[in-house]
Antibody, heavy 121, light 113 residues
Framework: VQLVQSGAEVKKPGEPLRISCQAS????????IAWVRQMPGKGLEWMGV????????RYIPPFQGQVTISVDKSINTAYVQWSSLKASDTAMYYC???????????????WGQGTLVTVSS | QSVLTQPPSVSGAPGQRVTISCTGS?????????VHWYQQLPGTAPRLLIY???NRPSGVPDRFSGSKSGTSASLSITGLQAEDEGDYYC?????????????FGGGTKLTVL
């Protein structure tokens, strides 16, 4: 299993951005993919999750309306996008496979390498 | 402020044993939901360290162990090594949170003296 994310981005406030996460080594449509934010020097916050099989998407309230999560099943790739970046969006973003265990609940078993997004004027 | 509370930092000398706690409540750990742990070494992505309270994925040394009791869980590291230095996060489910309910603890920085 591998999750390979797109490279670092440097953007100005107000600019749009889409970062990607390409999955391989498993059946992409059968597992939820989540996005996790880590602001500089801070902890992990998960933003939302998408099920590639039917594009069912759930957002954590602080991120609802702030980002859009999507997938392209034809190329096993998940995305998160911003229509208008803010300086406070500066962070490392990880895509993560969410494993749904009937016994142990939900946890994140494979992580991408991260995409650093820097928003500065 | 996270619903799962971890100590901001712990430390230990090489070879020693350290324990990191993760304290929740009756709506998450105390409700019977499992706890999972992640390790983030400096400059790297987090990785799954413990799942289902006490299970290690393949490749994780048996120096790492997890347990759960009541509204808390713990991660123990025995035979501490310099390469263990990094941040550790617990994760569980909370039935009062909207959509999915998964949440992380605030993280604990482990320093190997």
């Amino acid at each position: 299993v591998q999750l390979v994310q797109s490279g670092a981005e440097v953007k100005k406030p107000g600019e749009p951005l889409r970062i990607s996460c390409q999955a391989s080594g498993y059946s992409f449509t059968n597992y939820w993919i989540a996005w996790v934010r880590q602001m500089p020097g801070k902890g992990l916050e998960w933003m939302g999750v998408i099920y590639p099989g039917d594009s069912d998407t759930r957002y954590i309230p602080p991120f609802q309306g702030q980002v859009t999560i999507s997938v392209d099943k034809s190329i096993n790739t998940a995305y998160v996008q911003w229509s208008s970046l803010k300086a406070s969006d500066t962070a490392m973003y990880y895509c993560v496979r969410r494993y749904n265990s009937a016994i142990y609940g939900n946890y994140f078993d494979y992580w991408g390498q991260g995409t650093l997004v820097t928003v500065s004027s | 402020q996270s619903v799962l509370t971890q100590p901001p930092s712990v430390s230990g000398a090489p070879g020693q044993r350290v324990t990191i706690s993760c304290t929740g409540s009756s709506s998450n750990i105390g409700a019977g939901y499992d706890v999972h742990w992640y390790q983030q070494l400096p400059g790297t992505a987090p990785r799954l360290l413990i799942y289902g309270n006490s299970n290690r994925p393949s490749g994780v040394p048996d120096r790492f162990s997890g347990s759960k009791s009541g509204t808390s869980a713990s991660l123990s590291i025995t035979g501490l090594q310099a390469e263990d230095e990094g941040d550790y996060y617990c994760q569980s489910f909370d039935n009062t949170l909207s959509d999915s309910g998964l949440l992380f603890g605030g993280g604990t920085k482990l320093t190997v003296l």
